[in-house]
């Protein structure tokens, strides 16, 4: 069995780097590009880690993990002990260790990153979980949900599936609905296979159901059922319903055919799995230069799925420099290394036709960066006759998503803000409505998949508080019920 080196030789040794399909390969198939930690690397480096005893790695995580107790069993080559530790407050540790921005969380705050390279907590996560699944290790079943009390849960993303986790662990009847016909959110339409695949948010599901977890799919709540009908059945309610409708640029040329939202070119591919055309009959019409507005991760994304699909380039067209893109650092590095081009400082104006609708190009102005705005980034500013047309023949926006209002045109009594997300007390999760109440994206905007988790946990704990002081949606139904 491994051991823990001593301290002054775990600040000296250096970070172990995650093995890669090279970009020759990887950008002629969809399977994902990190290949993970073998066993003797997942040691190797978990024996970095300087086992603090006021650990700030788990103030940087908002899914609550026992960081330095997981590594720690890691490197006592106790693997399962290591995920149950893991499972004890993450549902989704094989997603959360592949797509969690962890250099801006836990990594962050890591002491080691004052004398070279954090902890690479994410990788050893994401080795943990991957061994626990290949090893057939299980968390804990069926709870039997002792309390006979029933929540109901709107949205199968990464905030309802943890909400729904937490609260069947306690005991409570967990029922979660689920619009699209595959249970996962944005995690199985938005994030394609090469940055996490599918199998892997399948399984973690199924283990949630496991808890007792009750999954409907095909249900738009809003539309099959209101958030109203809910109140009757369920004695609390958490919505984590995403912020699911695309946001355009609203330029002219727009309506155009080979112009997507990313919203409905990653979801083609991801979920309706257009990438495996004709096996799957979900076709994406792909043209030989394609360009993706907007520099976050969905961009990064939807340029690369492009890529994969047959483009012959892909570009990335941002106003902003490259010190402001939003994306994860990796993802950019990787987009990079496949031969995405990168056009910064550069806003797409009008989008440019033929008479039969196609995109031949579109016109664009070179911009420069003014002083900070509210966002904290540089202000970008168009520079005077510096039009020019980028040709390209296919166009995909991803300058991010909005609230659809669905859910909350069916939720009397829960107030939205004024771009339709739900208003939230941030300590408790709790809508305007008590009993009811909210988190992820539908609250956030778009954010990260482990701001979502963090919701997840926040709301669960506070649904337990409210329904252990004995208070009831749908007791308080009943009751308004027979008053009438």
């Not at 995690?187 to 599918?198: A, M, S």
């Not at 919203?263 to 991801?270: K, P, Q």
């Not at 483009?311 to 106003?319: G, N, Q």
């Not at 202000?379 to 926006?397: A, C, G, H, K, T």
Request: proline letters at 4%; charged letters at 25%; a neutral charge.
């Amino acid at each position: 069995m491994a051991e823990m080196i001593e301290m002054k030789e775990r600040t000296k040794r250096e970070q172990v780097p995650m093995r890669e399909q090279s970009p020759s390969d990887r950008i002629h198939n969809f399977n994902e590009v990190p290949l993970g930690y073998t066993k003797e690397e997942a040691i190797f480096e978990a024996q970095r880690c300087l086992q603090c005893k006021n650990p700030t790695c788990t103030k940087g995580c908002p899914a609550e993990i026992n960081i330095p107790t997981f590594i720690r069993y890691i490197v006592e080559e106790d693997f399962a002990k290591a995920y149950l530790t893991i499972l004890e407050t993450d549902a989704l540790p094989a997603v959360t260790g592949r797509v969690c921005p962890q250099e801006e969380q836990c990594q962050k705050e890591c002491v080691l990153n004052k004398r070279g390279k954090a902890i690479a907590i994410g990788r050893l996560e994401r080795f943990v979980a991957d061994w626990a699944r290949e090893n057939g290790i299980h968390g804990i079943k069926n709870t039997d949900n002792q309390k006979g009390i029933k929540v109901a849960v709107v949205g199968s993303g990464p905030a309802g599936l943890t909400c729904a986790a937490d609260l069947a662990k306690i005991g409570y009847q967990v029922t979660l609905f689920e619009a699209l016909h595959k249970p996962g959110g944005v995690l199985v339409y938005g994030i394609p296979e090469f940055r996490l695949p599918k199998s892997i948010v399948e399984y973690e599901v199924n283990e949630i159901k496991q808890l007792g977890v009750k999954v409907i799919s095909n249900q738009v709540v809003g539309a099959t059922r209101s958030v109203k009908d809910l109140t009757k059945e369920f004695d609390a309610i958490f919505l984590a319903n995403g912020a699911g409708a695309p946001r355009f640029m609203n330029i002219p040329g727009e309506n155009m055919n080979d112009v997507y939202s990313a919203n409905e070119f990653l979801t083609r591919s991801n979920l309706m799995k257009a990438y495996l055309f004709p096996k799957y009959d979900t076709p994406i019409k792909i043209r030989e230069r394609a360009a993706t507005i907007g520099a976050g991760n969905v961009a990064m994304d939807s340029a690369r799925t492009a890529l994969r699909l047959g483009a012959k380039e892909s570009y990335i067209v941002y106003r902003r420099s490259r010190a402001e893109v939003p994306a994860r650092a990796e993802e950019v590095h990787h987009a990079e290394e496949e031969g995405i081009i990168f056009h910064f400082l550069t806003l797409p104006i009008r989008i440019l036709g033929d008479k039969e609708g196609r995109v031949t190009g579109m016109e664009c102005v070179r911009m420069k960066l003014g002083e900070q705005d509210k966002s904290g980034r540089r202000r970008p500013i168009p520079i005077d006759n510096s039009n020019f047309v980028l040709e390209v023949d296919m166009v995909i926006d991803a300058i991010g998503t909005m609230a659809n209002p669905i859910v909350a045109r069916s939720a009397k009594g829960v107030e939205v803000n004024q771009w339709g997300y739900f208003e939230v007390d941030e300590k408790t999760k709790m809508t305007t409505c008590e009993g009811i109440f909210a988190g992820g994206d539908i609250v956030r905007g778009s954010a990260t998949v482990i701001s979502a988790v963090g919701d997840g946990k926040i709301a669960a704990r506070s649904i337990d508080t409210y329904l252990s002081s004995g208070k009831s949606l749908r007791k308080k139904y009943i009751v308004s019920s027979e008053v009438k």
